[in-house]
């Protein structure tokens, strides 16, 4: 199993940018596509963004298309979310998570290794 660890979260204002980093220990890290998730208190976890093996295809979820930028450098075995016009409701845990394949799925059950989160909050 992929171990990821998740670094870059913390407090911004609203209309700010973060970066998130995660970091994966297996030399395979390349063939497989990567996703963001995000979990706000008392709701379920989202799909936020998803990245294939080779990078060439990115997905996004409608409320942050336009804002959020994921990137990989398989060289490094790092996946990256880069997060712009931040808001408010962007507040979550965002995880970092390792798919069983080498295609983007947008569905928690398609991915097999999850970081341990970090957190993102956006102050109006």
């Known amino acids: 199993q992929e171990q990821?660890?998740?670094s870059g979260g913390g407090l911004v204002q609203?209309?700010?940018s973060l970066r998130l980093s995660c970091a994966a220990s297996r030399?395979?890290?390349s063939?497989?596509?990567?996703?963001?998730?995000?979990q706000a208190p008392g709701k379920e976890r989202d799909?936020?963004?998803?990245?294939?093996s080779s990078g060439l295809s990115t997905y996004y979820g409608d409320s942050?298309?336009?804002?959020f930028?994921?990137?990989?450098?398989n060289a490094k075995n790092t996946v990256y979310l880069q997060m712009n016009s931040l808001k408010p409701e962007d507040t979550a845990v965002y995880y970092c998570a390792a798919g069983r394949t080498r295609l983007v799925v947008t569905?928690?059950?398609g991915f097999g290794s999850w970081g341990q989160g970090t957190q993102v909050t956006v102050s109006s």
């Open 4 to 6: 990821l660890v998740e």
């Open 14 to 16: 609203a209309g700010g």
């Open 27 to 29: 030399r395979t890290f």
């Open 31 to 38: 063939s497989y596509a990567m996703g963001w998730f995000r």
């Open 47 to 52: 799909f936020v963004t998803g990245i294939s």
């Open 64 to 67: 942050v298309k336009g804002r």
């Open 69 to 73: 930028t994921i990137s990989r450098d």
């Open 107 to 109: 569905n928690t059950a």
